[in-house]
Each structure stands twice: as C-alpha cells, then as structure tokens.
C-alpha cells in the first residue's frame, strides 16, 4: 500500500468579467482607496449568468486531470467544496462527475466548511489514499461568491469573488501529503454566516452576514496557532518552509500569518489584489497559479491554510 497521497495535477478557472472597487464605489458608499488599505484587494471576478459552481468546477478538474495525464474513469473519489452549490442536492461533485462524464460510479460528496472547505476536503482526500480506500482523488473548491452577496451591503460587497480550483491526488510512495489539520468551533455560528433558504426568509437574510472585524480578530490568532501547531506536528522550524498558500481573505491577514512565519511575502502566495476572496476556492486557485508560473518547484515544502465561517480552520503541508 503506498503510504503517501501526492499532488499530481492542478487547475484553475476564474470567469472573464472583472468588477473592480471603483464599479463597486459607483454602487455604495466605499472608495477604491478604502477597499486597497484595508483589503488588499483591487477587482474581483464575476460569473456570467450561465456559469455555476459545477460548470467553474468542471473547467478547473479538466486541467488538473490533463496535467496528471489520467483519464476521468480512473479517479475513485470526488470530493467538491463549495458553499454556492447549483443544487442543494444532489451534491454539485455528482454534477461534476456527471459533467466529466466519470461512468465508473466511484463516490462523490460535497464538504461544506466554507472558506475552510477546500482544506477540509483535502484533508479527507489524503485519509481515502492513505488507507489504501483510494488510489486518485480529484478535490475541488469552486464557489459562486457574487451570488451570494447583498451588493448594496459595503461591508461584505467589496471582499469576495467568483472562481474555482482543482487538485488531483494520486497515491505515492514518496511525499507527498505530510500532514493535514482541520479544527471547528461552532461557539462562532453568528460572526459569519449565511441563511439558508429552507428557513423563511426577509430578504436582506438572503445574503451572506458578517461581523468583519470580529471575525478578523479571531482569524489572526487562531491562524498563527495553527501554523505553530502543523510546525511542531512535523519536526519543522519556520526556515523549511518555502511556500506559503494562505487563504485569500484579507491581506492585512495573510500578512500577519507570514510574520509569523517570518517568511518575506515574495514567498507566500497571493492572489488576493485581483481575485478577493473566492472562499473555498482561493487556496488551490493560488497553489495552482505559484505551480503553473513555476514558483513552486518538486521537492519544496508548501504550507496551505485556511480560516472561515464555523469558525472552520486547517492547514495542510505538503512536499510538492
Ligand atoms: O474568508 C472568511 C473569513 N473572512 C474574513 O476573514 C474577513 C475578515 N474581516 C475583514 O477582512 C475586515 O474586518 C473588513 C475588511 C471586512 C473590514 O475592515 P475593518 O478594518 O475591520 O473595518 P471595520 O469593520 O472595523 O470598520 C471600520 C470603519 C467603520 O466606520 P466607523 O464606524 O469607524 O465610522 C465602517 O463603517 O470602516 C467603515 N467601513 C467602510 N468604509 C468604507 C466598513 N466597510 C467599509 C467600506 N468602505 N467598504
């Protein structure tokens, strides 16, 4: 049995029309300036009216099978994470089984743990192929962001974004997946959430809600615990990581996680100026863009991490 789960394949999609903070200061009352200094961000993307999470889904798991030069019937497991899925049920990682035509009737389930999401589902990934239950797991964030936003509330309109990424694992004898963590703490429900629709609902309960700077306060420390934490699990010191893939949700956040790193920011990924937060999307949307320009080389250490609504968090350290 092989004991690792490897990164074989990656891809990306994020959709071509563009809003930028100034279309977004022509709505509410909010500056291009104010969204660049407390932010980081200067656009975003926006789906089109015919785009989902599973058609994002599907453009991004094609490049990510191509580049891992497999067929779609030899993947055992799909697993999508998303928080915008097209259907309730059946879960958007059957449409996208259905969409690559995957005729093998291997498993496929959605994880919700938003803007955590893509990390959990990595993480449950590397548990099917180090059991020996799977051999190639196909791991998607997409997330449809634009649909889910009141764009007359400034305070949620200005940060996120649309977009999809995707991962192929394939079991290995070499690493690989070093080491996933994954934490909830349900205590923080109403600092960030979004109403569901099964529940009746007035309309401005119909958006995505949020306390920013709470949220913010709390994601700060909780990340710097939890890089502390994957540090110590492997034996590591902060000098041997060479990659930082952090979740794109602020980047006065990312900023201080990578101080505490003391890793310089020409080492941590970042795509949040034009990208905002695409939520579970954003973190392998950025590992996919540092390993496609061939920032991140074989053999390097990269260090993943996420913080969302729950609150949700993990971190994932992989040797590329
Ligand atoms: O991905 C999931 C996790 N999500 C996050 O991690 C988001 C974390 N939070 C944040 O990124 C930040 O809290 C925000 C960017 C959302 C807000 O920044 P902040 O520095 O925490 O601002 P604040 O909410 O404390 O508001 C400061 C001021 C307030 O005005 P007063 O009360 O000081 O007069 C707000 O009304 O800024 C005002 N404000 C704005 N002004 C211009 C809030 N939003 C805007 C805006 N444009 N868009």
Redesign the pocket.
């Known amino acids: 049995m092989s004991r690792f789960a490897r990164i074989a394949g990656t891809g990306g999609y994020l959709p071509d029309r563009v809003r930028t903070n100034d279309d977004i200061a022509a709505q ?4 291009d300036e ?2 660049v200094e ?2 980081g961000i200067r656009s975003r993307r926006i789906a089109g009216p015919d785009e989902s999470a599973s058609s994002m889904a599907e453009i991004a798991s094609r490049q990510a099978i191509e580049a891992a030069g497999i067929a779609p019937d030899d993947i055992d497991l799909i697993i999508v994470a998303t928080s915008s899925p097209d259907r309730v049920f059946p879960s958007t990682a059957c449409l996208l089984q259905q969409r690559l035509n995957v005729r093998n009737c291997c498993p496929a389930f959605d994880v919700q743990a ?2 955590s999401g893509f990390i959990f589902a990595f993480s449950i990934a590397d548990q099917y192929i180090r059991s020996g239950n799977a051999r190639r797991v196909l791991v998607v964030g997409s997330e449809l962001n634009s649909r889910l936003v009141d764009w007359t509330d ?2 949620t309109c ?2 996120f974004g649309d977009g999809a990424g995707a991962v192929l694992l394939e079991a290995s004898d070499e690493p690989g997946v070093l080491s996933t963590h994954i934490n909830s703490d349900g205590q923080y429900r109403d600092l ?1 959430y979004l109403p569901n629709a099964s529940v009746s609902l007035d309309d401005e309960k119909r958006f995505i809600q ?1 306390q ?2 709470e ?2 306060k709390v ?1 700060v420390n909780t990340l710097g615990k939890i890089v502390d934490d994957t540090l110590a699990a492997n034996h590591l010191n902060q000098s041997e990581i060479d990659w930082l893939v952090p ?1 794109q ?2 980047i006065r ?1 990312i900023m201080a996680t990578a101080k505490k790193l003391k890793m310089p920011m020409e080492r941590v990924v970042c795509t949040i100026e034009t990208q905002g ?1 695409t ?1 579970s999307a954003s973190v392998p949307l950025a590992l996919n863009e540092a390993i496609r320009d061939g920032r991140i080389q074989r053999g390097q250490t990269v260090l993943m991490e996420a ?3 729950g609150f949700a968090w993990g971190s994932a350290l992989i040797r590329y």
Do not use: E, K, Y
């Open positions: 509410v009352d909010t500056s104010w969204i407390r932010t938003a803007c400034r305070a200005i940060l960030l949020m920013g700077n949220v913010f994601a979740h949700a602020n956040i937060n939520s913080f969302g609504s």
